[in-house]
DNA sequence: GCCAATCCATGCAATCATGCATAGCATCCC
DNA sequence: GGGATGCTATGCATGATTGCATGGATTGGC
């Protein structure tokens, strides 16, 4: 099956032509080297001598950095295939991994990674004390497909074929203000009553507005005189009684110095999925962290295992 | 352009993934060490140290040799892509033969260009038919930044940034003449007793008077009755007795009608670089000829190695 | 049953690669 | 124009990797 199989061709040093992909993606070799985690200078001398290896100029060094020669930008795409398969490789790495100790990273939105998953990583903690936990906390979505993280917490159902997902709990969110803020506005009732009211924006403005609008309010961006784009930064805003804010029901309602601002409408419910990529489900690692966020999210949350039929 | 992809997925160590996947197509670590031109210790504690690192066992140690588990068996797939998109890469970087053909020109010495280049173009004739071969023989520098060759032969490290050079052999000169014209002298045995010989002069004299000088001689302009810019003329004298020449011991010692002038004498050594323009140097044309020459010098010249290191 | 061949694992010395600290340089901003 | 900040290149000491030599073990053949 093997006859002579001729290994020369690829015998040139691998680690140097992830050396050099990594630099040609992040544009300099001080880039590459902090994402790599390794050292400028290691980075540098692999890239010179893979081009001594392969006799071939990648680099032109300019004063800001280095910069793809026509050569080195031919070379560059089939490194990286090469580079692309080596994620492969370490997916599916991962995903035959049988010890359960190791490195593991999870995805959440900023609130989730604050309120929710802590006391859940604190059981890991107890579980599973070889196990390596980063949170990877953003309320943008992180491609689970380029490895960004092992595992996401999501609000939607995921659409590429090669992530599964459990729908594992309902959530609902409500707005939220301080009593004295509400007391001060004259106890609203309707959506009509808030008309004039001051909201704390969040990113996308016009998405949220719009999103509120279509559940009756009409509101527009002078409504919304303080932004911020950190969900926490915006709860901690309305805490203070800056204004309006928008935030889970399991938060606010457990939160003494808060109190729903329209208390006779419902809340906007809304399902809580648990992401990963196929391969990394059949790792014990990955298993393990998934089936316990799976059992605990929905308890912390107090979700009804009734409700999450409305969402199938 | 993308923000910040994350490289830990492929962080780990891409030469033991190939040493895995060497050795699982060969089937044994000895085999794969053969293959790749390597000890079977190394790439064994490649394997084992992947197999640490991904946290999956690869191979079952059987007598017979290393079997494939099942994890190992999927992850070979994955590896093998990777492999492929690597032998890409040096098939990129080599160049494929048909892209060779052009036109190459190179620069040496008059003397290089009539005694060691003949026999390297006439490999290079049958190595690459396709390629037309342009020797411009000149004394002086020639200026490879305005392309006034592709490749030179020179007897001095390159300065300039742009240049990249390789020393590629040591050379030696001595001082010649016919024994006819040494016994005419009384057979000299010091730079003393050449006082008052007959040399022949080549283009700056002066530099050439204060060299020899330097190394022991006394010599001055009434030694060079005859003279003569082009270096092939000047060795053509002293082979026809007119007075002492300087030229290469690789040609002197072999020629029966030159015998060197003081036998006891060092020879002068100096170094022979290969120089290119830095962009030049990612042509396969370019490159095919600079590494024929890189390595048919060293020989021609009876080079050994270990000199070069007096001139790094 | 023994010898030869082939395989993998380990000890050890030399080599190579790495990281740190630093120098050299260009650029940007005040 | 000068200080701050980004980059790459180099010297040097340390630590990791390599190759060689060797040991232990099994298979196959005579």
Redesign the interface.
Known sequence: M?DC?D?R???????R??AFL?TA?EGSLSAAAR???MAQPTLGRQVTALEEE????LFERVPRGLEL???GL??VE??R??????????????G????V??QISITASEIYSAYLLPPILAQLRDIAPGIDIEVVASNTVRDLK???ADIAIRNARPTQPELIGKLVAEDRAALYATPDFLEQMGQPQTPDDLREADFIGLENLDQLIDGLNAGGYELSRRNFAIQTENHLVHWQMARHGLGIGIGPCHLGDRDPGLARVLPNEEPIRFPVWLVAHRELQTSRRVRLVFDLLAKEIPSLLGSDPEALKDFA
């Open positions: 093997h199989m290994w061709n690829v015998s040139f040093d691998w680690n032509a992830r990594v993606e994402a790599l985690g392969l006799g071939v100029t020669t026509t050569a031919d070379l089939h490194v295939a090469m580079g692309e398969a080596a994620g492969r490789v370490s997916m599916a790495a991962t035959q991994s049988d010890t100790d190791g380029r490895r960004e």
